[in-house]
């Protein structure tokens, strides 16, 4: 039963109150007296919220404040406290950070977080020149990567490595333009989108798996990595969203967007991969049948951009 | 064409369970070059076959015992959701 006298609820006298849910921290109980016991015992401190809380126990006998007060423990009310305050926030900030630590270690496994940070470091002249190169790789002459051979290299220092960022960007506005085309022809519903996304991305995977697989197969030893490969298949998607979009216009004018971005492409990504695929480092390897092999897959993996970009776009397309 | 990550999932289980029916004494042993356990020096080039073989042989190895309680609980799944 709750003290008649002081009713913080401001429900007529008499009238029971509704039952505490949560534990009144407000500043109503606010006072020095418990001063002796906080140092060690607050972390400690017992949840009252259980038992229901008889009004005169221990001499605590404060409207709002319903849970048990045991004698000599300092009660909850000590948090506001200053210094107690304080204390606890570091702590807490001091736990954020030890678990922030745990997770990032713990997920480095899996998916290399700090490798990942460096294709992401772009600026607004390498975006630029990459998207000019994409369409118009013919006048670029030197496709060499200049870096270190340990550590990546970030994306903004070099035009020619490769970065997440496009290929991100690109891959978000392609379900998008996806979504733009088929509410045009009224085949849209919110869950078509989603249906795009997730096909999407299978095929950027069933693509990846089996480049990966080719390359194990022919035991051919290469500097790509994976995200590098990642990057390099979804560079297609830059081309198939302006192809989409001339698309809406005129059919026409899709199929000539589409057949001069897969051979723009084409030849960017056989001029990039010319010079990764070989070894990294400019110089040709010593043994020849590596490098008709070598040559083989580059060409496989520039002749497969313009049928998956075709592939992923015809069902958008209808005349 | 609508795919879906639950597709590729099932693609994925039955293209492993496709490597692992392979018999190895029936039709395995039978291949020409199946038998080379070593590879010759440190050879720059395994070669196409025997990589094929490696890979055939350790996905046998490392799948064959845990995809049977996975094949379980998909046939369960299809049963109860079609």
Known sequence: MYDNHYDPYGQPQGQQPPPQLFEDTSGQNYGY????????????????????????????????????????????????DPMVANMAMQYGQSLVGQGREYVDKKLEKYVSMTQLKYYFAVDTRYVMK????????????????RYNQEEPVQPRYEINAPDLYIPLMAVVTYILVAGLCLGLQERFSPDVLGMQASSAMVWLVLEIFLILATLYV?????????????????????????????????????YLVLAYSSFSLVIFMFRTLRWQVQGGDGAMEAYSAGNKRRLYLLLFMSGLQPLMMWWLTRHLVVD | MAFG???????????????????????????????????????????MKTQIFHFIRSVKTVMKYPLIPVNVFVIVFKLIFG
């Open chain 1, 33 to 80: 007296g418990n001063q002796a016991g906080y140092r060690g015992n607050n972390y400690g401190y017992p949840q009252g919220g259980g038992p229901p809380p008889s009004g005169g126990q221990g001499g605590n006998a404060q409207g709002g404040a319903g849970y048990p007060q045991y004698p000599g423990m300092p009660g909850p009310q000590i948090f506001q």
């Open chain 1, 130 to 145: 990459k998207l000019q190169l994409l369409f118009f790789p013919f006048t670029h002459s030197d496709w060499s990567v």
């Open chain 1, 218 to 254: 022919t035991a051919i030893s290469t500097n790509i990595k994976t995200f590098d490969l990642l990057a390099f298949s979804s560079y297609k998607y830059v081309g198939m969203n302006i192809a989409l979009l001339a698309g809406i216009i005129d059919d026409l004018g899709y």
């Open chain 2, 5 to 47: 990550i639950y597709s590729l999932l099932e693609a994925i289980v039955l293209s492993l369970n496709a490597v692992c029916i392979l018999n190895e004494e029936r039709f395995l042993s039978k291949l020409p070059g199946w038998g080379g356990s070593q590879v010759h020096g440190f050879g720059e080039e395994p070669g």
